[in-house]
Every structure is written in C-alpha cells, then in structure tokens.
C-alpha cells in the first residue's frame, strides 16, 4: 500500500464562483479502492484544498476529519507555512467527498491510522507553494515587474515598498496556470511548523459553538432510536409496535432490516417509543457465547500452530520459558455516542456524520438511497472522539440513517444511546498471547516464540487484498512481527479466532495487545536473567539505536533506578508503531485492597519531524489516559451472547482523581515523519503492569487488572 | 407548558415534564453546547446550572426545572466562563472537545465556591467529568490559571 510518492504533480486550478483561489493537487496512479468508492474521479470539475476570499481570510479544506488529534490544525499549519499566509486569517472547512481527497497512501478518503500529517506532509505543501506562486505572478503581473522581485510574507505579496494582500489578489491568481514545480521551503526557513500552534478548533470548543454530528439540525428533521438484535448476528422475527404507537411524539415505527426504528418529535419520545416495542428476535448462533468458555477455546487453539507471520533461524530452538497473556474486547466508547443525520429525497440523498470514512460512507448512502454518487452529498462534522469506531466499513450507522430517512420521507437524525453505543460491537478484537523464549548463560535471548490468538476484522472486507498476506492477518500480529530486539531464532504465528463478535481497529489496533504481550515477556526474561529491565533491553538493541534512545531518555528522565517512595515501583516500556517510537515509563503503587494507582508517567517520544509540538504532546498525554483506562478498567464480556456491560459505571474511564502526572519529551529528530494519534498507547500497560512486578512482584498476565490479582 | 428560565431568558416549553432537560434545551430550545454522554449522570457531559448549581440534565426532569433558572453553556455569565473559557484556550485543553462544556460548566461552580482551589478540590469538584481524550492534566492547569487570573482581577 506504500506508493511511490515522487509521482505527485499538480493537475488543475480554477476560479470558485465569487471569486477567489481554488487550487487542487491530482495524484495519478492511486486509484480509490474499487469496491469500496463507487465513484468516477471525474466527476467534479474543482478540485480543492486552498482558497482565498477577498476577505483575506485562507480557508483549508480538510480532508482529514478532527476527531481531536489536532488534524485540522496540524494540516493548515502544513498549508500555511508555504503559502507564507498570515495564521490569524486561517480557518478551516472540512472536505466534501470527491477522490481527490483521498488519503495519498491508503486511496480512499478517510481518516486514520496515525497519517493525516505525514500523508499529507508532501501534498499540502506543494498546494501551499503552489498558491503562493501564484499570488506572487499575479502581483508581479499587476506591477508589470518581475515575479522575482516580489515576496509573500504573512498574507501580503510585497514589492519595493508596495503591497498587496492575499484578497485582492486572489482573484487574478486563481486565473493563472499552476506553476508545474514549485520550490519548497528550506526546513531551517519554517514559521509555523515546529513551532507550538494554538488548535484553530478551541474557541468553538469552549463555548459551546462547536458543532459535532449529535448537533446538527435539518429543518423537519425527526429523531430515530433503534433496537438492535441483542445478540450479535440475531435476525428479527416479529414485532408489534402498537404500544410504542401509542406514544406521544412517535411518528414511525419501521424495520430497517433486522432493527427496528422508532422515529419520533424528538430522542426522548424515541426512546420511551423504543422501551414499548415489543420484539421477538432470532438470536441466531452466538446465543450461547460466553467470555469463560470462549477463553477456553483460544487457548485449545493456540496449542496447535498458526499461521506464520515471521520465522527466523531454527524455530526449534530452546525455550525454557513460557507465559500466557490474555487481552479482553473492548469498547471504543467514544463521548459522543454514534449517530448520523440523513434526509433522502427524490434526487438528492444529505448526509451529516462525524465520519473518519467518508468514501465508503458516501457509497454507502447511495446504495442506501438507491440514487447516483453525485446526488449524494456528505457532509462531515467534528467527530466526539473516533478511536476507529467511526472508520466502519460496512458504514452500519450511516446505512440505518439513510433507510429510515428514505422510508419516512423526512429527515432523520439516529442516536444511539450510550448503552447502544456500548453493546453495539466494533470492539478491539480479544486476544490471547502464548508466548515463549530461551535465554542463554550469558541471559542473551536466544529463541522467542509467540502464537496469537484472535479474531481478524478484516477477512472478507475489500482490505483483505491488502492487508492479509499468507494468511496472517497484518492488523493481528503487528508489533510481533518486528521487534526492537537481536534475536537469531524467532517464530510469530497467529490463529483466527472463529468470528461473529464485530471487532475493527481501535486506537493502536493490534499494537493495542502485541505491545502488552512483547513488554511484558521482555520484563520477565530480563528478571530471569536477573538484569535490570533496561540494561536487558539494550543488550539486545544494537541494531535499533533509534529505539534505545527513546527508552534510555524515558528511562533517564523518569530517574531510572533512583529510589523510589516506599510501595511504588517503577516499569518500562517501548514500542514502535505507526512510524513513531513511544518509551513509557509508570511509577506505580498497589493499596491493600488491591487498588492500582500510576503516579507518575514519563513519555519520550520520536516521531520524526514535529509539525505541531504541542499537539505531539497532547496525543501522548491522551494515549496515557486512554493505555490506563483499558489496563485498569476496560473489559466487554458476554453471557447468554449478551455483552454485559453498557455505561460508564460498569464500563469505567480514567476520571480526573485517578490522573497521574504525565510528562512527555520529545526527540529532536529527522527521521521519515510518523503518526502520533495511536502510537502512545501500547507501551502503557506493559509499563504499568511492570511497575506492578517492580512494586508487589507479582505479574499481571490478564488485563484488565483486578483487585483480586494481588490476593 | 412550563416556564422557566433559560440563559437570561423567561421561556415557556410545551413538552413533557418528564422528559430530561438536556433533550429540552437541545431539541426544543436549539441549544446543542450542552452534550449527551450517557444519560445516567456517569459522564458529566450534560452539566448545566440550575438556580447556580452544578447538576447532570440528562437526569433532570424538566418539572425540576419549573419556575427555576437554567444556564448552559452558552450563556455562562462573562465573569464565570471567561477566565475559564481563555484558560482552556491557553493551556490548549480540547482534544475531541465535546466534553469541555460540561467541564467547563463544572469548573464554573468550583471557581465561584472556591477561589484558589488546592488539587483535592479540583479532584472531587472534576470527577464527575469524564474526559476520554484524557486531558485532565490541562484541565487541572486551566482551572488552576483561571483561579490565578481571577485572583490578579480582583486585586487590581
């Protein structure tokens, strides 16, 4: 999926109606995923990522959605650096749907993995330059002089003392050709980028104004709130909506395949229309799933051998040692809870959504809708936080939207409530960890062996080409198959666990349990070779200096192996994932009730070059947060097919009496650019869990931890 | 009907009494700042104030809110929200940010009732809130600028 990013190059500009600069970047040679786009590249004439009003004011389109990672700001900056624009003039708009938005590595629009700013790094940098020349030749033009003689300096074209802002001349710019090469800044020249840049999205946060996809209103619009079978895979039998009918404010009451929607004045007649339906369903084959019984059958299957992912030197080497880690479901539980607006018409099919996956959602809304692409209009909103829950490649919640809006004839928003959001699956897959290693006299490793055991998300989707290479799914072993270590014998094998649970990508995806496993066996084997965990680890990275560093500076910041408060322990960990390394390093206390507490987090980060620092450490600061909740709290269990948990109370979030302190430096660092979004998570359990060995010396091989564990 | 008053205003909302006042302010009054979290005042999301106090709308019938005076969001009076509100914006606070009205609304409270609050006070007032972009430790660092501002305001 990697392509050749030298064959970018600049296609097409044109003049937005009203004036103004519209500047678009083609990238030939990616084609969106077929089965997934639905869509001709022909189809718009304009395409888009600056434009300048006359106002002065620089809009950027954003094609990456701001689920809170900073991608709205973060781009812009990228924008703005080399178009020399001034940043108090800066806003930004999210993208419609149209290839030529689509991610420059994955080809399809949407938001993930970590990659909005590298992704974009090369592209929105040429569209920035490319704008600035263009300003620069239509002022030269204007004064009859040399475009040479002319600068672009903070939203202005200056020459010999005369100026002219970005506004008035965005207008004769927009009629020129686009320069067919542009030079690009030297990073030593850079005003914004690595410089610390206020978020463009927090005034509207603050007060209020900030509009998520829960906010929108659509004229007419009514609220639907759907029942959904209670087991994953059940099928509805029968329904008798005549109570829910009854109920003041409810409108409608409709099956939308398999799920029945109440559409009501509002979410609260929807719901009260929702509680007195009553529903038979056909619970299918997971009635019977059970979370203990479930673990039995991933540990059968992990003593048989998988699928290889990677084998090095003999396989059959010694191992003397062996632990076996087990990793639960877990929701993404986002603050916003799902939901979509829609409202389909005879030709035209809106659609409002805080998405991170605007091209299958937008087919997926024609499909639905049963109307032509381009009669279809998505709209995307701030999202409530995504964490891969709102990156659905089957588009559900956009698909319920659309039918319930085309079948009603009006606009409908669907919530679903938090224990909807909760027990609607999507979960990070469960996963079980055997693994094995050998050391030498010396306390060198000499063999690792790991088998994984979980279900893969991606089998049967349009990913499956490019993502499941010799039957090893890459999102289930990522982490395993790289490590930061020397050793000569390894052997990393995986097991699909049966399916039927929907599980998907949830911030870090597979990293989120390989890094727990890996981190946590590296601790192991460094006490049986009676090592300190960090001296152990840089036995063996000779060849990953690059790596060593971010775990020496954690290490060396956290006072490694200074003395500690009496009870506290201090863990480590690091690992790379999303071309970015992230060291974690927890101080950790365990009360007598069995009670974890982190103190103290110090987090080194690289990265690679840092368009925004602060927004760098804002993602790290989150990833703590995010590492400690699933390591304390998180868990999805099921009973009778049911998934037991459904809100806050028995699905618990780190709140702000549990915080520790957390401080995050960053490496200078030139390095290839990598994402910062998830790749602070991994390394916190296995950090914290380490600690806990370091504080109680007991160790934690099952997340999440429970007060019994110290018992 | 019932009346009460929203924000300064007097309004009158023919709704169901019983329905929670978060749906009532986002739905019949268009004042969407205030977020649906959970619905069972676990999150915090929703929080707004009723006669000056801090509570969870989501719980909150609207008959409790019957000839009282509701603020959200939107309407935080300048001396209470402001400091807050560039604080936040200093401190660079919001990741996702639908949280950040029901946090700010619950720092308002803590501010008003406490001037120069200690790491305790901000502990047991900012529980209730749950962030799950995790920016608690700039939230403590907002409040805490905040409570410094307002106290260099009241001295001048």
């Known amino acids: 999926m990697i392509v050749n990013l030298s064959r970018r190059d600049f296609l097409r500009t044109g003049a937005l109606a009203g004036g103004g600069l519209l500047l678009g970047v083609h990238i030939p040679g990616l084609k969106p995923l077929a089965a997934l786009a639905g869509q001709e590249s022909s189809i718009r004439i304009l395409n888009a990522f600056v434009r300048i009003g006359t106002d002065d004011i620089v809009t950027i389109i954003a094609n990456h959605s701001e689920m809170g990672q900073g991608a709205y700001t973060s781009v812009a900056m990228v924008v703005a650096e080399e178009l020399d624009a001034d940043w108090s003039k800066i806003r930004v708009e999210s993208a419609p749907v149209d290839p030529v938005y689509n991610h420059t590595v994955f080809g399809i629009q949407m938001t993930g993995g970590s990659t909005s700013t590298w992704s974009e790094w090369d592209r929105l940098r040429k569209a920035g330059a490319s704008a600035r020349r263009m300003l620069v030749e239509a002022a030269a033009a204007k004064w009859g002089v040399d475009p040479s003689g002319c600068q672009a300096v903070n939203g202005v074209v200056t020459s010999g003392g005369r100026t002219l802002t970005f506004g008035q001349l965005a207008e004769e710019a927009s009629k020129r050709e686009p320069p067919k090469e542009v030079a690009l800044k030297d990073a030593r020249n850079f005003k914004l980028i690595g410089k610390p840049a206020k978020r463009l999205d927090s005034p509207d946060k603050v007060t209020g104004k900030a509009v998520f996809g829960i906010d929108v209103k659509v004229p007419g619009m009514l609220v639907a709130v759907v029942a959904r079978p209670p087991v994953f895979g059940g099928k509805l039998k029968s329904f008798n909506a005549d109570k829910a009918k009854a109920m003041p404010g409810v409108r409608h009451v409709l099956d939308i395949g398999d799920k029945v929607a109440v559409i009501a004045d509002g979410y609260w007649p929807a719901l009260k229309g929702r509680d007195a339906l009553e529903i038979e369903w056909d619970e299918g084959s997971l009635a019977s799933l059970d979370t203990e019984a479930q673990g039995k059958e991933y540990a059968a299957l992990a003593k048989k051998a998988g699928a290889v992912a990677r084998k090095e030197g003999d396989p059959r080497a010694a191992t003397t040692m062996e632990a076996i880690y087990d990793l639960p479901y877990l929701a993404h539980a986002a603050m916003e809870p799902l939901n979509c607006t829609a409202d389909v018409r005879a030709d035209s099919c809106e659609v409002w959504v805080g998405t991170q996956f605007q091209t299958a959602d937008h087919a997926a809304a024609a499909q639905e809708s049963g109307l032509k692409p381009e009669q279809v209009k998505l709209h995307t909103t701030l999202l409530g936080g995504g964490f891969g829950r709102r990156a659905v490649i089957d588009s559900h919640f956009v698909r319920e939207a659309v039918r319930a809006s085309k079948a009603v004839k009006a606009p409908v928003k669907v919530i679903w409530t938090r224990e909807d959001d909760m027990k609607g699956g999507f979960y990070r897959p469960r996963a079980h960890h055997v693994v094995r290693g050998g050391l030498n006299s010396e306390g060198r490793i000499v063999a690792w062996q790991q088998r994984i055991v979980c279900q893969s998300f991606i089998a049967g989707t349009p990913f499956e080409p490019y993502i499941i290479k010799d039957g090893v799914d890459k999102t289930a072993v990522e982490g395993a198959d790289e490590l930061p270590y020397e050793i000569p014998n390894q052997l990393i094998d995986w097991h699909m666990a049966p399916g039927g649970v929907p599980t998907l990508w949830w911030r870090s995806v597979g990293h989120s349990h390989s890094a727990f496993a890996i981190e946590s066996f590296m601790d192991e084997l460094a006490h049986a070779a009676k090592k300190d965990p960090l001296e152990f680890r840089r036995a063996h990275m000779a060849k990953h200096p690059r790596v060593l560093k971010v775990l020496e500076t954690a290490a060396e910041k956290a006072g490694w192996g200074k003395p500690l408060a009496k009870g506290r322990g201090r863990g480590l960990a690091v690992h790379e994932s999303f071309g970015s390394i992230i060291a974690h390093v927890v101080e950790a206390s365990v009360s007598e009730h069995g009670r974890v507490r982190a103190h103290r987090v110090t987090c080194a980060v690289d990265c690679g070059p840092v368009v925004n620092p602060d927004s760098v450490k804002a993602q790290m600061e989150g990833g703590v947060v995010f590492g400690l909740s699933a390591a304390l709290f998180g868990e999805i269990t099921f009973e009778k097919g049911r998934v037991q948990q459904s809100n806050f109370h028995d699905y618990p979030m780190l709140r702000m009496h549990e915080m520790p302190e957390v401080e995050v430096h960053l490496i200078p660092s030139t390095e290839r650019m990598g994402g910062v979004g998830e790749p602070g998570v991994p390394p916190v359990a296995p950090a914290l869990a380490n600690a806990i060995f370091a504080a109680t010396g007991k160790r934690i091989r099952r997340l999440p931890i429970r007060p019994e564990d110290f018992k | ?156």
């Open chain 2, 1 to 156: 009907m019932t009346d009460l008053t929203v924000n300064g205003k007097k309004v009158s909302v023919d709704v169901d009494p019983r329905t929670p006042l978060l749906w009532v302010l986002r739905e019949a009054l268009g004042l969407t700042g205030t977020k649906f979290g959970c619905g069972m005042a676990q999150c915090g999301a929703c929080t707004v104030h009723l006669d000056g106090e801090a509570i969870r709308s989501c719980v909150a019938p609207l008959s409790r809110a019957a000839g009282k005076s509701v603020t959200t969001i939107e309407g935080l009076p300048t001396e209470l929200g402001v400091p807050l509100q560039e604080a936040w914006i200093a401190e660079e606070v919001p990741q996702c940010g639908y949280c950040q009205s029901g946090q700010i609304m619950s720092a308002a409270i803590l501010l008003r009732d406490c001037p120069k609050p200690t790491d305790k006070d901000v502990d047991d007032c900012m529980s209730g809130n749950i962030c799950r972009c995790g920016t608690y430790s700039r939230i403590r660092k907002a409040i805490n600028l905040a409570a410094k501002k307002k106290a260099e305001g009241t001295r001048k």
